[in-house]
């Protein structure tokens, strides 16, 4: 094998790597099973989004124990990129454009919509979480 062939081997190894990188079959997979026009199969996907987001919020106030459950959600919020506006220390309320955030992971909206759902579920027990048409509003009234 001449020093020609190993470069080619070699470019050709890195583009195919670079191609099928993290998360290639995934994230298009998921996208589909999202927008798949079998009802069945879209619930499917909110109801595992949910209890991801859910099971992902327990875990979080676990690890991260705070007096203050909003910190958490305000700090995942700033990390997903998700626009959000704090009223007090005991309201906040959640816009669901997930427009910027689609580089940190939320590539479809009803899959952020459905984690979001469940993570907030999941940290923020005992509070009132009303949903409107654009936002979320979760608030204590502790």
Do not use: Q
């Not at 987001?53 to 106030?61: A, R, T």
């Not at 309201?91 to 454009?97: E, G, H, P, S, T």
């Amino acid at each position: 094998m001449g020093l020609g062939s190993v470069f080619a081997r070699d470019w050709t190894i890195s583009k195919t790597s670079r191609f099928f990188g993290k998360n290639r079959i995934a994230d298009p997979l998921l996208s589909r099973l999202a927008h798949d026009p079998s009802p069945i199969v879209r619930e499917a996907v909110l109801r595992h989004a949910y209890a991801l987001g859910y099971d992902d919020g327990k875990n979080l106030s676990a690890r991260i124990p705070d007096e203050d459950p909003i910190t958490l959600i305000e700090s995942f919020l700033l990390t997903a990129g998700v626009p959000y506006e704090l009223r007090g220390d005991r309201d906040v309320v959640i816009r669901k454009d997930f427009a910027h955030s689609s580089d940190l992971g939320f590539f479809t909206p009803d899959i952020a919509l459905g984690y979001l759902r469940g993570l907030l579920a999941g940290v923020l027990t005992g509070w009132e979480i009303i949903e409107r048409e654009e936002e979320i509003r979760c608030w204590s009234g502790k």
